[in-house]
């Protein structure tokens, strides 16, 4: 399989602004995207010249990932992906890589974003980036060997680790200065009473304040990226629902976006508006168990209970309309898995009605008290260009001060067509990003009520069988039904070759799925880009100087999700 | 305490009994809470089924204060070693309720990093399934260890016999 | 695409009021007690659901234990087309078919064992959207436990309907 090839041949614009752009490949992609194809030795130049140029200004690198070709003569191929807030384009930077010497300089210069993004194309691709401070595995375990997500690597092939092998850092037993007999190393997790997910955060204490930490990811990974590779497209759909637990719809719409752009159709509208309603639904879900979460590692249980009602209403509503409580598998390739039931209408105005009241009872509680904000306010602050060189996205950016909503800068699902405000606060520390999600939930709640207002009738799946499947009663008498039902179950869905990147705003912030398909009716690559990865590679700088109570109530207000963390 | 013919004291079933039923109505858990199931778990903890009903009141994240552990949610091969640490601080009498598709067996994650059942290293007394199970299910999968408890056919019975 | 408009939720600092805390104490405290006292005096309302006495009613679409239909002399649906262990995302079904030795042309293949592992299975419902034969829909029992792993492998004795369908408690299925 080749690199994909580009659809449109107009010259791109951003060509010129780009040192030596004579001897690069740039063109424009299917997705929009600006395709670079550059070599190992010139990429570090363009990478600079796309954040620096002010034509071009991508202050945001989203995602660096690694592919495999084995077929071709330059087996992988390291991607960038990037954006500029500014000026709203997105870049895409391909650089093929040899098999027999596997090295692509660093970015973590110039983005420190590229951080994490970059150990994990060395643990599952086997890509060394030269030059990088920490090049060690971060999803897979000490004693793993071999590259997961080579195409020769044995999907079930696993192996053990015992505890003696588990990883300690090299600055654990170095000493810190002369009288180091007073600082301690202690382990912060995996199993930790902060309900927030396997995380390990090792941390040297000085007395409580904790004067270096180090996190440590990956005992949720469960191999989404392979498990993706082994199943048709429709297929991975359950495995998506499972990413972001908490607001499963999301990922799943926005996977679907993603294959639906590179087949080139569209879900009809009711599906559509269908979609933003269970979508919004799912944000006020997510950031319920966030702040629940947080408020519970405070000190707060009551407001837990409190945020728990609204969501076991929503999951009424969503078991109501796909069958199940938590993980709905609901959306489909071309639209949504079945008609919304008779009373879908009563029961959303029943739940705008409802969850208001919850929402404002925390808020009574909780957003003037003392003891809150003087455990929140001027704790885990990051200025905004911080922010922005780690690679955040969603509510704790723009509790920095970023209004980057993607629902807004690149709408999608028909966004443009709704009202609503995206909160902003200026802080970006704790009690910052509790004000924005709580301002958040009413917003979507706005959204919420204007869609149902307008909700279209019509079929809520595509009717082009090449795509969805027919309709039962079809396929029960008509044999062409027939045929196509089985063709779709054996075979799967043909997507063209190519790639796409697609991404919508989850509720931590920007959710991207790079596709690659190879004309198959299984995915060739599928790269989550998950918010919650870009957020957390910040959290260990964030920690030096803080309070070990403090280091709980930054790691609930960031709202790390295991499953979409480690996938 | 057995008798020479095999059969116990009157006294010590008597105290035996009352032993599980004081027991199975102090259900402390650990909720070894990873992934999705973790969730539901709080849902079932939560104000619409309130677990607490039955006894399990302090839910306590610390294995030396807790006799029941729910594995609810996916066990890598990097968390196997954790989990058996945390077993093994776990004080007697100890049960395992393996919550989930992906306690139980993997799931539908056969895959390089999953551990396909978290009956692989430790002994689990109730499968639950479900993906996730729902509050109902799990609350059915007490029960059914209740009854384990009172007729001393419990992992931890067995063991000790 | 329109502009952005956005709302700043900053808050201005602590005042006194906020500082010295009684303000916010006693607002918290009516909260909470008006919850109280809600549910204290309103014992119907109270949000908890008195499992297993009271069982909270599911949709219809519930997505349970699986179950295999049969036509009305009792035989099973089935036909053993292999399409919903191809769809299923868990390869929890295992399927092996025979000839039918009743055949006509309507019907081939029967299955002998008809097998799903419900501790793998994951409750999505692929393997009922794949069946073109209504042979398999899913109920709404979800409240299974077991204490052994085999326990939990379903054969065909344990999925075949048991009386007529109407009888069932039937969730998720093709359509309603």
């Known amino acids: ?567 | 305490m057995r008798q020479p013919d095999g059969s116990s004291a009157l006294l010590t079933t008597k105290l035996a009994a009352m032993l599980a039923w004081a027991r199975k109505n102090s259900l402390w858990p650990l909720p070894f809470g990873t992934a999705c199931c973790a969730i539901e778990f709080m849902s079932t903890v939560s104000s619409h089924y309130d677990l607490a009903r039955f006894g399990a009141e302090v839910v306590r994240f610390s294995p030396r204060q807790s006799d029941m552990m729910i594995v609810a949610g996916t066990i890598t091969d990097k968390m196997a070693p954790v989990v058996k640490r945390i077993y093994d601080q776990m004080a007697e009498p100890k049960y395992v309720v393996s919550m989930g598709a992906c306690a139980c067996t993997g799931g539908f994650y056969r895959a390089y990093h999953v551990v396909q059942g978290v009956d692989e290293f430790i002994p689990v007394d109730v499968y639950v399934p479900g993906c996730p199970p729902t509050p109902e299910a799990l609350m059915e999968g007490i029960f059914k260890l209740q009854e384990l408890i009172q007729s001393g056919e419990t992992q931890y019975d067995r063991l000790k016999a | 695409m329109r502009p952005v408009t956005t709302v700043n939720v900053d808050r201005p600092q602590r005042g006194f009021g906020e500082w010295i805390y009684f303000g916010p104490i006693f607002k918290g405290m009516m909260v909470t007690l008006r919850h109280f006292l809600r549910n204290f005096f309103g014992q119907r309302d109270v949000a908890t659901i008195q499992y297993p006495e009271e069982v909270r009613q599911y949709s219809e679409r519930m997505r349970g234990r699986h179950i295999l239909t049969t036509r009305d002399d009792g035989s099973l649906r089935c036909v053993a087309c292999y399409m919903c262990e191809t769809a299923c995302p868990a390869d929890c079904i295992t399927i092996v078919a025979e000839e039918d030795p009743e055949a006509t042309v309507e019907w081939e293949k029967l299955p002998v064992s008809f097998e799903i592992d419900l501790l793998r299975c994951v409750f999505c419902g692929f393997c009922v959207d794949a069946c073109p034969k209504q042979a398999l829909v899913m109920s709404r029992q979800h409240e299974m436990v077991f204490t052994t792993r085999d326990e939990a492998v379903f054969g065909i004795d344990e999925l075949k309907q048991k009386g007529p369908i109407e009888d069932e408690d039937l969730g998720y299925r093709p359509y309603y």
């Not at chain 1, 060395?122 to 030059?131: H, N």
């Not at chain 1, 003392?370 to 200025?383: D, K, M, P, Y």
């Open chain 1, 1 to 567: 399989m080749t690199v994909s090839k580009p659809e449109i041949a107009a010259p791109n614009p951003l060509a010129k602004f780009l040192p030596g752009h004579e001897e690069l490949s740039v063109t424009t992609a299917a997705d929009g995207f600006t395709e670079i194809t550059a070599d190992r030795s010139r990429v570090i130049e363009v990478l600079r010249a796309l954040r620096d140029r002010p034509e071009l200004d991508c202050n945001l690198l989203l995602d660096v990932c690694g592919v495999d070709y084995p077929e071709n003569e330059r087996r992988f191929e390291v991607v960038y992906h990037l954006t500029s807030l500014d000026k709203g384009h997105r870049v895409r930077v391909r650089v093929p890589v040899d098999e027999d010497d596997p090295r692509v300089p660093t970015a973590y210069g110039i983005w420190k974003a590229a951080d994490w993004f970059e150990r994990e194309t060395w643990d599952l691709m086997g890509i060394r980036f030269d030059g990088h401070p920490n090049l060690r595995r971060i999803l897979t375990h000490e004693a793993f060997q071999g590259h997961a997500l080579r195409k020769d690597y044995d999907p079930e092939k696993r192996w053990v680790l015992t505890e003696a092998e588990t990883f300690v850092p090299d600055w654990v037993t170095e000493p810190d200065d002369e009288d180091q007999f007073e600082t301690q190393i202690i382990n912060i997790g995996p199993s930790h009473p902060a309900t927030h997910g396997t995380l390990r955060i090792v941390a040297r204490l000085d007395g409580e304040v904790i004067t270096r930490a180090e996190c440590e990811i990956g005992y949720l990974h469960r191999c989404f990226e392979k498990m993706s590779e082994t199943h048709g497209w429709n297929e991975v759909i359950p495995y998506t629902d499972r990413l972001n637990y908490c607001s499963s719809m999301i990922n799943g719409v926005g996977y679907a976006l993603g294959v639906e752009q590179m087949l080139g159709i569209e879900a009809p509208p009711r599906a559509q508006v269908v979609r933003v309603i269970l979508s919004e639904f799912s944000r006020i879900m997510d950031h319920a168990v966030c702040l629940g979460a947080t408020l519970v590692d405070v000190g707060a249980l009551t407001n837990f209970w409190y945020f728990f009602q609204p969501r076991e209403e929503i999951y009424t509503l969503l078991e109501s309309c796909a069958g199940g409580r938590l993980t709905v598998s609901y959306a489909r390739i071309g639209g949504l898995a079945h008609e919304v039931p008779a009373d879908f209408e009563e029961q959303v105005r029943y739940l705008l009605g409802y969850i208001p009241k919850f929402v404002d009872d925390v808020d009574k509680l909780v957003t003037t008290n003392s003891i809150f904000r003087g455990r929140t306010e001027g704790v885990g602050a990051l200025s905004a260009e911080e922010a922005l060189a780690w690679g955040w996205t969603g509510p704790c950016l723009r509790a920095c001060g970023v209004p980057y909503d993607l629902r807004r800068a690149r709408p999608y699902l028909g966004y443009e067509n709704y009202e609503f405000d995206v909160p902003v606060a200026s802080t970006g520390d704790c009690y910052a990003r509790y004000l924005v999600r709580m301002e958040e939930m009413r917003q979507s709640l706005r959204i919420i009520e204007q869609a149902i207002n307008n909700l279209p009738d019509g079929p809520v799946i595509t009717d082009d069988h090449h795509v969805a499947l027919p309709p039962k009663p079809k396929v029960y008498s008509e044999m062409e039904s027939l045929i196509w039902h089985f063709k779709l179950i054996y075979d799967g869905i043909k997507v063209p070759a190519g790639s796409a990147y697609s991404a919508t705003e989850g509720a931590n912030g920007e959710l991207g799925y790079y596709l690659v398909s190879d004309g198959t009716g299984k995915p060739y690559r599928i790269k989550v880009r998950p918010p919650c990865f870009a957020i957390f590679q910040a959290y260990s700088h964030m920690l030096e100087g803080h309070l070990v109570p403090d280091a709980i109530a930054i790691l609930s207000s960031l709202n790390i999700i295991a499953g979409e963390l480690d996938r």
